[in-house]
């Protein structure tokens, strides 16, 4: 008996002092004593030595803390009880942000490395004046394919997709708004339809690309693309440049009939305890040199003109990633459509997974 | 003594009530409102009009079905012939030891098994016969499943069939019963608790996998798991996704409730 007491109070207090010093790890997050910056962004989507450049150059203590959807990011902001100084989303959750009233306006006074950036980045749907966010990287949503069973040229067009050729090969992302998206532009509409009528034929025409459909996953696909497990796989540009690193069979293109285009953005959350960080943050990694050694370091393109030019050659005129002007005028960024077509979309999605295969 | 007991109680009844009961109120709260919160049924008259919930249950079913089938075929055998084996205790030990691995992993091994430069087609393709496509399949699906749940049915029937005294079945040898008749009379009827324990463990958890209707199924095995997911976690529509939790839990209900009676009804027999 005496044994298990002995036993049980050498717990406890191993695991009050876990708790202790854990409390000890996250306090500078939970402080914001006015010194601390904290940054609450997706894992490794930031050069680190940026944030050490920033802290000898400013004396702040960056505090970096990381999330892998925008979901679940907005979710905890919206709970309350945090501090973040600053986040990125991705275009579609700015507006929902915006809409739930967890945003500050930004004092662009402050930010005068907003001229950098390039116009076709600024001024879109999902923040018309810029007022609450600035772009941090862009992409695009495109195919990827590999050499070793697809020709290449072979695919220029989202119609190309349905060729007989391509039985049991795709590999799509599971992603409702740009699976339906790829189906609605190859049939000319607009990407952000929300006529009934266009989205039941857009699900029609893209349950006849089933049989071409090998799975639907989202993160796997990094994986399988890697390995040569399928020919071709439907989506995002980032995905897309980490697959080539890893397999130099693969490449990625862009259909100029159209795509989507989309953006992840710093914002500042209404809960944040040090704006004027997170607005000092902003504006130095607008600094050319710095978004160029970012864009180097995360591999994304930066929507930072006159970062773009810094770049060397074979990064700056890759138009996989940074496509050219004709493509650029033909890609389109998700408006949030609202919970109603939303929740549209993801039904007529979910029933093309349940039928098409 | 008698305040004592309910002392003891409290941190219990706190926990079920807490983490059992609450959260299945707040699903059928959930359930029965709309997005701005008035009570509503409309949420079910959407799920049982729609065809696509409906083939979405029955699919659910039907892969738990032959899931929990084909794992009892798999293991009511083996855990007879465990019982005779000399070394049980290893025996049952290299039968638990799969399940200390994370589910995840075990998930990304067969992955590297079945896929199209996997060990399966890198085997076949010693025969001429050229990749096959294994992974992303119904059966990939089921075979992993099957996999996955056999020691939660082995263990069971193990224990059930142990129970059962020796001299029965030799009785029933001596009386001149055939093998056949052994098994049909004797050892089924005495095992089943085992069995249908070990069906319910299987049953019940196969309604919802979702995780492996993605990993191996490609998500083109689709079940109930897969649209609670994007209910709640893609469109946030919380009170549709309550809905078709509830479904579930009823489905659930309902398997315990058919296993269970038939226990009643043996032990009358006997």
Redesign the interface.
Same mark, same amino acid.
């Not at chain 1, 459909?213 to 996953?217: M, Q, V």
């Not at chain 2, 976690?233 to 529509?237: A, E, L």
């Given at each position: 008996m005496k044994k298990i007491i002995i036993a049980i109070g050498a717990i406890l207090l191993a695991c009050l002092g876990l708790a202790f010093w854990a409390h000890q790890l996250e306090k500078p997050a939970a402080a914001g004593n006015g010194q601390n910056l904290i940054i609450y962004n997706w894992g490794d989507y930031l050069d680190p030595q940026l944030v050490k450049k920033f802290e000898k150059q400013t004396g702040y203590h960056v505090v970096y803390e990381t999330f892998d959807?925008n #979901?679940a990011m907005y979710t905890k902001i919206k709970q309350g009880g945090t501090a973040y100084d600053l986040t990125i989303p991705s275009e579609y959750m700015v507006t929902k942000m915006r809409k739930a009233h967890l945003l500050d306006q930004l004092d662009k006074k402050e930010i005068p490395n907003m001229k950098y950036i390039g116009k076709s980045f600024l001024h879109k749907s999902f923040d018309q004046n810029n007022d609450y966010s600035v772009p941090y990287f862009w992409g695009t949503l495109g195919i990827v394919y590999n050499d070793k069973f697809v020709k290449k040229g072979a695919i220029k067009n989202w119609n190309d997709l349905w060729s007989k050729k391509y039985r /049991?090969q795709i590999l799509l992302v599971?992603s409702?708004r740009d699976a339906m998206g790829i189906s609605l532009v190859s049939l000319g509409y607009s990407m952000n339809t929300t006529s009934s009528l266009r989205l039941r034929l857009a699900q029609t025409k893209l349950d006849s690309l089933g049989t071409n459909?090998?799975?639907?996953?989202s993160d #796997?696909m990094k994986?399988?693309m890697i390995? /040569? #497990?399928a020919a071709i796989g439907l989506t995002w540009s980032g995905e897309a440049h980490e697959m080539m690193e890893n397999n130099p069979h693969l490449h990625y293109i862009v259909p100029e009939q159209g795509s989507n285009l989309w953006f992840d953005n710093f914002v500042i959350p209404k809960t944040a305890k040090n704006k004027k960080a997170a607005l000092q943050f902003i504006n130095f990694m607008l600094k050319p040199e710095n978004a160029a050694q970012n864009a180097e370091y995360v591999g994304y393109a930066t929507p930072n003109i006159k970062a773009q030019h810094l770049l060397p050659k074979r990064v700056r005129e890759d138009k996989q990633f940074y496509p050219d002007e004709k493509t650029l005028r033909n890609l389109q960024v998700f408006k949030d459509l609202g919970?109603k077509k939303?929740?549209e979309y /993801?039904?007529l999605f979910? #029933?093309f997974?349940?039928y098409a295969? | 003594m008698k305040t004592k007991k309910a002392f003891f109680l409290v941190p219990y009844l706190a926990w079920i009530i807490l983490f059992v009961i609450l959260p299945i109120l707040l699903i059928l709260w959930y359930s029965f409102t709309d997005?701005s919160h008035s009570f509503t049924l409309s949420n079910y008259v959407t799920f049982f009009k729609n065809g696509?919930f409906l083939?979405?249950m029955i699919?659910s079913f039907w892969y738990a079905f032959l899931i929990t089938l084909i794992t009892l075929l798999i293991s009511y055998p083996a855990a007879y012939f465990l019982t005779k084996m000399k070394n049980q205790q290893l025996w049952l030990l290299l039968i638990i030891l799969p399940t200390w691995i994370n589910l995840l992993l075990k998930a990304y091994a067969f992955?590297g098994i079945l896929?199209?430069?996997g060990l399966v087609n890198k085997f076949l393709h010693l025969f001429g016969i050229g990749p096959v496509?294994i992974?992303?399949t119904d059966f990939a699906f089921i075979f992993v499943a099957t996999y996955i749940e056999i020691p939660f049915m082995i263990l069971p029937i193990f224990n059930a069939i142990k129970e059962i005294s020796p001299a029965v079945i030799q009785a029933s040898e001596d009386l001149g019963a055939s093998k056949w008749q052994t098994f049909r009379y004797v050892l089924w009827p005495l095992s089943r608790p085992g069995v249908e324990s070990g069906v319910q463990a299987i049953f019940i958890p196969s309604l919802s996998l979702f995780m492996l209707t993605?990993?191996i199924g490609?998500?083109?095995v689709?079940t109930l798991g897969?649209?609670i997911e994007?209910y709640f976690?893609?469109?946030?529509?919380w009170n549709m996704g309550a809905t078709i939790g509830v479904v579930l839990i009823v489905l659930m209900i309902l398997v315990m409730l058919l296993t269970n009676k038939k226990t009643k009804r043996k032990k009358v027999n006997l």
């Open positions: 959807s #979901e /049991n599971d409702a459909i090998k799975a639907i996953i #796997e994986m399988y390995q /040569n #497990e919970p939303t929740q /993801n039904d979910l #029933e997974k349940m295969r | 997005s696509t083939k979405m699919n992955i896929g199209n430069n496509n992974l992303f993605r990993l490609g998500n083109k689709i897969t649209a994007e976690m893609t469109t946030m529509n």
